[in-house]
């Protein structure tokens, strides 16, 4: 089995933090995120590992060196879907089954193994791993039989009638060649066009429900969810508020105040007097005394001036400029 991580997207709502740097190239507690995603695959024994590549292509690359992690690239000149990044490596991936993951989540603890069983048991072309709908979700789900095979992914193919709670993908797909096949040039989708065109041809395409938890890591809440929940495990504190990760090179005053989870970045810099609370702060992040930062994502070589009180914020540096923008919660959790 081969393996492609889709990693091309702007992250657009996480700007500016992902305006130079991609999504999946943050740190999530210290490790990028495409990272844990690539060592997830490896200790479910895939070690051919293909990336798609298009906006801040660099990032991701230092990313992963840093990381100690090699797999090969496919770049995009433009974005061409799910769909289209399984046709621009169809090389890397010729003849094999594929696992096809969102280098953009993070997944804790999956188990893929049981999810290939199934997979191989109902002779499935292509399945969606798939879980429980999280509470106060808007989104369409995936609804199936009771023997998994797919019905309709939101909503389509249109007509026929529902059964049962619609469920929500998780990001993870198992494909045979042939379903590969069926793929061609230019921008597709999986979810939305080719899914759907084999559930309305009667091909055996199937979802596997399971139960772990999942994050999408694309809004700041979700995010620092994310980040809260492994800085706490790798902390080992059972008390949040006392559960900080901190990078090396760092100078921190005595008098200041780090409340957890919060995560404080490779050679930051934090003056006299300033707090830090349930906030993740990349590289040489530098908070003049008297700072307060609260809820926030703040992107490398970020300064804050004395006195200021940023809070449920996402700043970055962009062209030399820093940029601020605040963020609200999002209505569905993690």
Same mark, same amino acid.
């Given at each position: 089995?081969? +393996?492609?991580?889709?990693?091309?997207? $702007?992250?657009?709502?996480?700007?500016?933090?992902?305006?130079?740097? !991609?999504?999946?190239?943050?740190?999530?507690?210290?490790?990028?995120v495409v990272a844990r995603v690539i060592r997830l695959l490896r200790s479910f024994g895939v070690e051919q590992i293909a990336l798609n590549?298009?906006? &801040? #292509?660099?990032? %991701?690359?230092?990313?992963?060196?840093?990381?100690?992690?090699?797999?090969?690239?496919?770049?995009?000149?433009?974005?061409? =879907?799910t769909g289209g990044a399984l046709w621009g490596a169809r090389s890397f991936l010729a003849g094999s089954r594929v696992l096809m993951i969102n280098g953009d989540c993070y997944y804790d603890a999956p188990d893929l193994g049981a999810a290939l069983r199934f997979h191989e048991s109902r002779g499935s072309l292509a399945t969606m791993v798939l879980?429980?709908? #999280?509470?106060?979700? !808007?989104?369409?789900? %995936?609804?199936? &039989?009771?023997?998994?095979?797919?019905?309709? @992914? +939101?909503?389509? #193919?249109?007509?026929?009638?529902?059964? =049962? &709670?619609?469920? /929500? $993908? !998780?990001? @993870?797909?198992i494909l045979e060649p042939e379903y590969l096949g069926r793929i061609g040039p230019g921008f597709s989708d999986i979810n939305s066009r080719h899914h759907v065109e084999a559930i309305a041809a009667g091909l055996p395409v199937?979802?596997?429900?399971?139960? $772990?938890p999942c994050y999408d890591l694309g809004t700041p809440s979700r995010f620092l969810a994310a980040a809260a929940e492994l800085i706490c495990r790798e902390a080992g504190s059972p008390r949040p508020e006392r559960a900080v990760v901190i990078g090396p090179g760092c100078e921190i005053d005595s008098s200041a105040t780090i409340i957890g989870p919060a995560e404080i970045g490779p050679g930051c810099r934090i003056g006299g007097n300033c707090t830090v609370a349930r906030s993740v702060l990349l590289e040489n992040v530098v908070l003049e005394p008297g700072c307060t930062v609260t809820d926030s994502?703040?992107?490398?070589?970020?300064?804050? +001036? =004395?006195?200021? /009180?940023?809070?449920?914020? %996402?700043?970055?540096?962009?062209?030399?400029?820093?940029?601020?923008?605040?963020?609200?919660?999002? !209505?569905?959790p993690g």
């Open positions: 089995m081969k +393996a492609i991580v889709l990693a091309a997207g $702007f992250g657009t709502r996480l700007k500016p933090l992902t305006q130079n740097r !991609s999504k999946v190239a943050l740190p999530l507690a210290g490790i990028p590549l298009h906006h &801040a #292509p660099r990032s %991701v690359r230092e990313a992963l060196e840093r990381a100690g992690e090699r797999v090969t690239f496919c770049c995009e000149e433009e974005i061409l =879907g879980v429980d709908m #999280p509470p106060g979700e !808007s989104y369409r789900g %995936v609804e199936t &039989a009771a023997d998994g095979r797919l019905l309709r @992914i +939101a909503g389509r #193919p249109e007509g026929g009638q529902r059964r =049962g &709670a619609a469920l /929500h $993908f !998780s990001g @993870i797909h199937f979802g596997y429900h399971t139960a $772990f994502l703040l992107g490398e070589g970020v300064r804050v +001036a =004395g006195g200021m /009180h940023p809070d449920r914020v %996402v700043a970055a540096k962009v062209s030399g400029k820093l940029v601020v923008r605040p963020w609200e919660a999002d !209505s569905r």
